[in-house]
């Protein structure tokens, strides 16, 4: 039997101060060309907190808006905002710059990680108060250090600065003296990561109600790579966050693809799940500094804000089919093999269209389609367009070409098969899966009976291949619950049938 | 553009001579294929790249303009490029490179 989809979360950590400190396109340009306009012009397009909650996208990816509802509000969105932007959304939160530090500080295992000692007992009261951090990983906070420290630190011994408001609050210091891959920016970076990814891990463990002790694999499917001089990417993100979120059963292991890293550890998960080999296995990845500000320059020059200021976080949850969540049907798999090519004809037909074909499918025969679900907000004044709408332009096109759907049809797939973006641009976050919590929900709801996720990666950036890649995967109604629909009584009102019968019993024993 | 691409590009124009150059560009928008255009004809706007104050005065051709069509078999490039010609804004995308290669293309 299929696995389902048991439960997703989406977290979100502002970081404005690492946008100036940590985005590669800042680093570059602060060797490349110190004095340049944009360093100096940056600071002003920093967005505060409340500008951060009260950005439609954002509010979309931790759930409180749909994203029906946020297409339905004018393009830009960045000069729209709401009002009382909230933290908590149902999928997750959008946590402040200070409270990841303390985050950070909580997954670090290796006393890399310190924070001063005003800024800890500031912070300390309303980290805690979140209702994901438990005892154990508050108990992990250590007591903070003077600032003279922090300074010699960061000026001394090549430590990383944390900056919040501009200000030095704590550091992240190299690992080894001399090896790279565990330098400061490096282990910056991955603490970064895995700080999010626990986040992530948290929200999905109480958005499920899954028992810590059940889950017995986690799969991470970030961009980083963590090791040491001699095993440079050797790993384990996976169970490295594991063991702060307090999934004491698990094992885990990276999974990488670039973009597409997400949706090839969904494929894996629901096939470990679906093969018995495990029961539940979580899907999980943390967000990338180097992507902050990425577009800045562009941001800057329109005269917008600089809206990559957020790091974004995902976990997904497949478990062993219940007869009601959605499945992840492993029989429809879209793969964007060697032999594929990389023109966009070729990638749309290998993972679209081509799957669809072997099921004996048409493209209009899916109801949604998720993508890459970029945030247009933030790619259009980059140059790089509307990367969804594109991507629906693309399936639509080819679905006329093979003779799917008439011409006419094709302004209008969009709306009926697609949604707008609403995902940060970092790398894997957008990659389909910002879809999979709304999907969901959808589908147990009858809105939606089946959707195709699609990751793509761009391989070639790491200079090992000119390939591209991608794959991709069905989610469908569970096909117990829709024979109990079929049959006229649904689970819920099997449940009733039983409460109304136990109410009986028990008050016949009352008699 | 990317900043290795700007390498390459700068590196095969002196092994090769710029003359004997094409670029040949696949992006999505006039306004990005414009703005690789003018990175390899007039230098990298952006002052990030190799190729910045590097006027190298390229031929660059979008691969949907007329020019690349014509120099492709027909059932090739309707099964490679078919979709996307679909898809583009093809207009805005030729108005584009026509607009560079008018001010900075040297050959």
């Known amino acids: ?511 | 553009m990317d900043l290795e691409n700007q390498k390459r590009v700068k590196e095969l124009s002196e092994k090769y001579g710029p003359e004997n150059i094409v670029v040949v560009l696949g992006a999505a928008e006039g306004e990005a294929a414009g703005l690789a255009a003018e990175t390899v004809t007039n230098g990298d706007p952006t002052f990030a790249g190799p190729l910045t104050g590097v006027q190298l005065g390229l031929k660059v051709y979008h691969v949907c303009e007329p020019e690349i069509k014509q120099e492709v078999s027909p059932d090739l490039y309707d099964e490679q490029v078919g979709m996307m010609e679909m898809v583009l804004d093809v207009d805005d995308i030729i108005s584009e490179m026509t607009s560079i290669r008018e001010q900075y293309c040297k050959y």
């Not at chain 1, 396109?25 to 397009?45: A, C, F, G």
């Not at chain 1, 000069?79 to 959304?89: I, L, Q, S, V």
């Not at chain 1, 910056?188 to 929200?203: F, I, M, Q, R, T």
């Not at chain 1, 291949?465 to 109990?484: E, P």
Request: some cysteine.
């Open chain 1, 1 to 511: 039997m299929n696995s389902v989809i048991k439960g997703t979360s989406y977290i979100l950590a502002h970081a404005p101060d690492m946008v100036i400190h940590n985005g590669s396109t800042q680093t570059t340009e602060r060797i490349v060309n110190p004095n340049s306009e944009y360093l100096v012009k940056l600071p002003s397009h920093i967005r505060s907190y409340e500008d951060a909650l009260n950005y439609r996208p954002n509010q979309t990816y931790i759930g409180n808006m749909t994203p029906a509802e946020l297409g339905e509000i004018p393009q830009p969105w960045y000069d729209k905002p709401m009002e009382n932007g909230p933290r908590y959304g149902k999928f997750g939160e959008i946590m402040p710059e200070d409270e990841f530090y303390m985050m950070m500080q909580v997954c670090d295992v290796f006393d890399l990680v310190h924070l001063e000692k005003g800024f800890v007992a500031d912070v300390k009261p309303r980290f805690t108060a979140n209702p994901v951090i438990s005892e154990d990983i508050a108990a992990r906070i250590h007591d903070g250090i003077d600032i003279s420290e922090i300074e010699h630190f960061v000026n001394e011994e090549h430590a990383e600065g944390l900056y919040y408001q501009d200000k030095l609050v704590g550091y992240v210091k190299r690992a080894h003296d001399v090896d790279v891959n565990l330098s400061a920016h490096v282990m910056h970076e991955n603490l970064v990561s895995k700080a999010s990814s626990v986040l992530a891990l948290l929200y999905v463990v109480k958005n499920s109600g899954i028992d810590k002790s059940e889950v017995e694999y986690v799969i991470d499917c970030c961009e980083e790579a963590c090791g040491d001089v001699n095993q440079r990417g050797g790993g384990n993100f996976a169970k490295a966050a594991a063991e702060i979120a307090g999934l004491t059963s698990a094992t885990g292991s990276d999974m990488r693809g670039f973009c597409a890293g997400p949706a090839h550890a969904m494929v894996a998960a629901a096939s470990l799940v679906k093969a018995g080999t495990y029961k539940n296995v979580i899907v999980t990845a943390g967000g990338c500094t180097a992507k902050l500000g990425m577009n800045g320059k562009d941001h800057v020059n329109k005269d917008m804000p600089v809206l990559e200021d957020m790091l974004g976080g995902f976990s997904v949850l497949i478990s062993a089919n219940d007869g009601v969540n959605p499945e992840v049907d492993t029989d429809i798999i879209g793969r964007h093999t060697v032999g594929t090519g990389s023109s966009p004809q070729a990638v749309i037909g290998g993972l679209v269209a081509a799957p669809l074909a072997r099921a004996g499918m048409k493209i209009p025969d899916i109801d949604r389609y998720a993508a890459e679900m970029q945030n247009p907000d933030i790619t259009k004044p980059a140059g790089a367009g509307d990367v969804p709408a594109s991507n629906y332009k693309m399936i639509a096109a080819l679905a006329v070409k093979q003779g799917d759907m008439e011409k006419a049809k094709l302004a209008t797939f969009a709306k009926e098969h697609g949604m707008v973006g609403w995902a940060p641009t970092q790398g894997h976050i957008p990659s389909g899966v910002p879809y999979v919590g709304f999907l969901r929900e959808q589908i147990l709801n009858g809105e939606v009976n089946t959707a195709m996720i699609i990751g793509k990666g761009s391989l070639f950036l790491g200079r090992m291949t000119n390939l591209f890649d991608g794959i991709s995967f069905v989610v469908r109604k569970n096909a117990g619950a829709a024979q109990a629909q079929e049959g006229g009584v649904s689970k819920a009102e099997i449940k009733g049938l039983i409460a109304e019968a136990l109410r009986d019993f028990a008050a016949s024993m009352m008699e």
